[in-house]
């Protein structure tokens, strides 16, 4: 079994910052991809960062400039540093990870979520 657990969100004022932070735990092989995703009250959710295990990065165009997605592949951790926070950027924030288990190859998995308000 894999968890996905992260850690982080809250209240912040516009233009301030905050830290996200996912752990990857369990039974894990491999991970080759780990990513945050945002989901706002009415809205689909969407991608905000995606990292690869090659270090590749790609980031929505609404956020490029202002966060920040890095990694620790020997924690299997993942992080998303967001500065300069608008209102817009309010949503519920999940970790994903394209992960391999003893028993399946790679799969896709989520956490539960963490809060992020932007708002003054």
């Known amino acids: 079994q894999v968890q ?3 850690s982080g ?7 301030g910052s ?3 932070s996912c752990a990857a735990s369990g039974s894990i092989l491999s991970i080759n991809a780990m990513g945050w995703y ?18 590749s990065i790609n980031y929505a165009d609404s956020v490029r400039g202002r966060f920040t997605i890095s990694g620790d592949t020997a924690k299997n951790m993942v992080y ?3 500065n300069s926070l608008k209102p817009e ?3 519920v924030y999940y970790c994903n990870g394209n992960i391999r288990t003893p028993w399946a190859t790679y799969s896709i998995y989520w956490g539960q979520g963490t809060q992020v308000t932007v708002s003054s």
């Open 4 to 6: 996905l657990v992260e």
């Open 9 to 15: 969100g809250g209240l912040v004022q516009p233009g």
């Open 18 to 20: 905050l830290r996200l």
């Open 38 to 55: 945002r989901q706002a009250p009415g809205k689909q959710r969407e991608l905000v960062a995606r990292i690869t295990s090659g270090g």
């Open 80 to 82: 998303l540093q967001m």
């Open 89 to 91: 950027d309010t949503a």
